[in-house]
């Protein structure tokens, strides 16, 4: 057989497949057409079920047996069951906007492209329109791992009804983006501030000299650059496509490992998928040993505690509260006793959320 027999070959297989695939694919959708139908209608049925969609794709990915790496087969099925899930019930997310920022590639990355994706000016809008029920749910940056926590995320816990159902890890990429090609011709930069801390190595070895401008937000950045001869952006790719920007250098920010959490905020609580987290907001007397008391708990009961954050609780001088993430899920043994006890031993307790770990 030559070689041009053998391709036509392996082509005539590959459209058997894609033919098997594309079947398969629409017997799925077809089952979530029917998943809709036994759940029914109505303002209490909950369609989006994030303990099953993260038991799904860890299933993915540990049946995987390759050529294609586990997250870029998770992420395919992630795309199927978006857009399965969009026939049932079509949801609107609410980001931190403008269009093209990493917030808004967070909540692509997490429900996949079938949702709406809707812009917010600021991240206490987010939390205001899922609240009023105009969005299903809300993406909100918490922390970064080279310029620490989002304040001002964490404060609007404090007052907000919604639950944390789901977390989002982004890898962030900052690329410089610009109408001209060259680095020589740019002689105005946009820029957010965290992400102008997070390249500052790279712009002073390549950008000596050129002036900035603070804006908003990363896509800002890239619109103002858009719009501005002679000017360049920092953000992601997303924003480049959007704002029809060319990179003129990629990947510079100066941590390699730069990554950002976002949660999922919304009025469900999600169901135990046997990887989970549990963030709590805890306050407790001004006391010496008060805290220790309370961090004994988990000690105690063998969970491990992965973040705490200490918060002015406004209620009065020097009083504080404290944002913590525990392993666990609030249903399992473990972690339902340590907070009995804490309700004992602390001022207050707030289960913000019990939710899967990032999958992707």
Not at 96 to 112: I, M, R, Y
Not at 182 to 203: D, E, F, M, P
Not at 245 to 259: G, Q
Request: proline share 4%.
């Amino acid at each position: 057989m030559s070689d041009t027999d053998g391709l036509q070959a392996v082509r005539a297989r590959i459209d058997e497949i894609d033919e098997k695939i594309q079947a398969l694919i629409s017997e799925r959708a077809r089952c979530a057409e029917e998943v809709a139908r036994h759940k029914g209608d109505g303002p209490d049925v909950v369609y989006y079920r994030p303990e099953r969609e993260a038991q799904v794709l860890r299933t993915v990915m540990a049946r995987n047996k390759g050529p294609l790496d586990d997250e870029t087969m998770a992420r395919l099925f992630r795309e199927i069951m978006s857009s399965c899930l969009a026939l049932q019930y079509p949801m609107k997310i609410a980001f931190l906007g403008p269009a093209g920022t990493f917030t808004q590639a967070a909540a692509t990355k997490h429900f996949g492209s079938a949702v709406t994706t809707v812009p917010m000016a600021a991240i206490d809008d987010i939390f205001r329109e899922v609240e009023a029920g105009r969005a299903n749910y809300g993406v909100v940056p918490v922390e970064n791992s080279t310029e620490g926590v989002v304040n001002h995320t964490l404060d609007m816990f404090m007052n907000s009804p919604l639950k944390i159902c789901g977390e989002v890890e982004l890898r962030i990429h900052h690329n410089l983006m610009s109408k001209s090609k060259t680095l020589a011709s740019i002689n105005k930069l946009y820029v957010h501030h965290q992400a102008h801390a997070q390249c500052r190595g790279w712009l002073d070895a390549n950008l000596p000299g050129v002036a900035y401008v603070v804006v908003s937000s990363n896509a800002e950045a890239a619109r103002c650059a858009a719009e501005t001869e002679g000017a360049a952006a920092i953000a992601g790719e997303m924003a480049a496509e959007i704002y029809q920007l060319e990179i003129v250098a990629s990947n510079i920010e100066d941590e390699p490992d730069n990554t950002t959490r976002f949660l999922v905020i919304g009025n469900h609580l999600a169901q135990p998928s046997g990887h989970d987290k549990t963030s709590l907001l805890v306050s407790t007397a001004n006391n010496p040993g008060a805290l220790h008391k309370l961090l004994k708990v988990f000690a105690d009961n063998d969970i491990s505690m992965t973040r705490i954050e200490s918060r002015p609780s406004r209620r009065g001088m020097w009083d504080y509260v404290f944002f913590i993430d525990i392993e666990g899920h609030e249903q399992d043994p473990a972690v339902a006793k340590s907070l009995q006890t804490l309700q004992q031993t602390a001022y207050m307790v707030k289960v913000l959320g019990a939710y899967p770990d990032a999958v992707l």
